[in-house]
């Protein structure tokens, strides 16, 4: 399983729910629960790997923006539903998470609970073995002071704030 086609198969999903969350995740469940257990295996290291690698406090900023708040375990499922809307997104919000104001999604769809589910689920019905986590400790980036967020995301700001 090679990151292009990790992408892939998150994109088939996404294409496939037409916008709707329990759609997607059960696309992309089914998707990787028919995958080899080693396939699945990799799908769950690269999911893995974009969730630690959108582990930052720039993108923390954003999602409390667009929520008016983000705990830290809203923070895990607005990283996993980043992830679903497919790679260029996703790269994109890594280089700016200001770029996310351009994206049209209803609010709760930003911290879905369901997909990160969905993947581990998937990962588990191929015979596949769940990927140790490879999160930091703490967020990479410099924290941010509450109070100046929504400064720091003028376009965010102006669309959810």
């Known amino acids: 399983m090679t990151e292009d086609?990790?992408?892939?198969?998150?994109?088939?999903?996404?294409?496939a729910a037409e916008g709707d969350m329990d759609t997607k995740c059960a696309a992309i469940e089914s998707l990787v629960g028919a995958l080899s257990p080693a396939d699945a295996t990799a799908f769950g290291a690269h999911f893995e790997r974009c969730m630690a690698e959108a582990y930052s406090w720039s993108l923390w900023g954003a999602a409390f923006v667009i929520?008016?708040?983000?705990?830290d375990d809203s923070f895990s499922d607005f990283r996993a539903s980043l992830i679903s809307r497919g790679r260029a997104e996703f790269e994109a919000a890594?280089?700016?998470?200001?770029?996310?104001?351009?994206?049209?999604?209803?609010?709760?769809?930003?911290?879905?609970?369901?997909?990160?589910?969905?993947?581990w689920d998937g990962v588990e019905?191929?015979?596949?073995?769940?990927?140790?986590?490879?999160?930091?400790?703490?967020?990479?980036?410099?924290?941010w002071p509450e109070e100046d967020v929504y400064e720091m995301y003028p376009a965010l700001a102006a669309k959810y704030g």
Request: proline residues 7%; contains cysteine.
């Open 67 to 71: 929520r008016g708040g983000c705990s």
């Open 5 to 15: 086609q990790f992408w892939n198969l998150v994109q088939e999903a996404h294409d």
């Open 94 to 119: 890594m280089e700016d998470p200001e770029s996310l104001a351009a994206v049209e999604l209803d609010e709760d769809d930003w911290v879905y609970e369901g997909y990160a589910y969905a993947v």
């Open 125 to 143: 019905h191929a015979g596949g073995e769940r990927a140790a986590s490879l999160l930091p400790d703490d967020p990479s980036g410099d924290p």
